[in-house]
């Protein structure tokens, strides 16, 4: 991505193993991320060029001497950020504030919209998929490495449990998984926020009980019509407007908590004053997904949850700029690229 809206196919110097703890892994799969329309539409033109994706499965082509999880042939799953699997906050389950980790693409590091990739921290990022590279489940996989993670987290940090009102701010590919997420988690009743026709239907089918059209106060209204005027106990923020959040604060009800995933656009979060007289937690933050892939995993392999339904397009290498397009339109969810 050279700028908003210049997002070009280009070659860059081969991946390859520079450290013992790398691998080197070639891309079967990959997507455009809903968070990749924010420097598509704000970023400063740049005459380098950053290498974009953060989301990937591929094949082990190498790996470095100390490498130990991982080898030659394996299919594997790459979380939205590398971490090294023995830190403080990865043994906490929180790898994406890794000591020794770090995020995918840029000027240095490979992306995962491209052929290959190095894997800087291998034993403590990569996860082996029990599947051929062709599995009919491929679409659900990826989504392990940030969406499907995502949501979860999300429903996490707004106390998604059995029998709770859940409300999902947000339509995109993460909410749709925070859809799926909170009923997985035992949510009773699941609003979804969101005003496109194609997406609340699959929110309908991944467990949506309500649908609030409406934005800002109108919508706060519904949602609070929807809860005997009490608001939602778990709210998951699923877009990273200012606007969204003010929203998502006053849905929740007393005690409830906002659990956030979409990536901040503002620096600082709206309606302190509600938040503080209702005593509404709010949490969240950068997805440790990578604590998340063995957990979620059965569930994608025995199909008791489709995430890859939110593909809703698929492109090879040279379509990534038009998938840009397609997503920043509202023409497509999210793109997958197939290698
Ligand atoms: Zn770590």
């Known amino acids: 991505m050279y700028g908003a809206g210049d997002v070009r196919v280009d070659t860059v110097p081969d991946a390859r193993i520079v450290g013992p ?8 799969r990959a997507c455009i991320c809903g968070s990749d329309l924010w420097p598509y539409n704000k970023m400063a033109p740049t005459g380098v060029g950053n290498r974009m994706g953060h989301e990937f499965i591929g094949r082990v082509e190498a790996v470095g001497a100390d490498v130990r999880t991982v080898k030659r042939g394996d299919l594997v799953v790459a979380p939205f950020a590398w971490s090294d699997g023995t830190c403080e906050f990865c043994r906490q389950g929180l790898q994406t504030s890794c000591l020794h980790g770090g995020w995918w693409g840029g000027t240095e590091l490979d992306g995962g919209q491209g052929e290959a990739v190095r894997i800087p921290q291998a034993d403590g990022t990569l996860v082996v998929l029990p599947v051929a590279a062709d599995h009919a489940l491929m679409p659900s996989l990826l989504t392990l490495s940030d969406v499907m993670g995502t949501g979860h987290h999300a429903a996490l940090a707004a106390r998604v449990r059995p029998g709770v009102i859940a409300a999902v701010v947000g339509d995109g590919a993460v909410g749709l998984c925070g859809v799926i997420a909170a009923r997985r988690l035992g949510a009773e009743r699941i609003i979804l926020l969101g005003r496109h026709a194609d997406r609340i239907a699959l929110a309908r089918d991944f467990g949506a009980t309500d649908v609030v059209e409406a934005r800002g106060d ?46 901040p656009q503002d620096s600082t979060i709206p309606n302190a004053k509600p938040s ?5 937690t709010i949490g969240g933050g950068p997805a440790p997904v990578r604590a998340y892939i063995e957990e979620l995993l059965p569930d994608v392999l025995e199909g008791r949850i489709q995430p890859g339904r939110v593909f809703d397009r698929v492109t090879d290498l040279d379509g990534v700029p038009a998938g840009y397009r397609a997503m920043n339109d509202r023409e497509a969810i999210k793109v997958m690229i197939a290698f």
């Not at 519904?222 to 998951?236: D, K, M, P, Q, S």
């Open 276 to 280: 503080f007289y209702r005593n509404v």
């Open 21 to 28: 703890t790398d691998a080197l892994v070639t891309v079967t």
């Open 218 to 263: 109108e919508a706060v209204e519904r949602v609070r019509e929807l809860t005997g005027g009490l608001g939602a106990h778990a709210v998951l923020e699923c877009v990273g407007l200012e606007t969204a959040m003010a929203t998502a604060i006053a849905i929740a009800r007393p005690g409830g908590a906002v659990g956030r995933v979409g990536v």
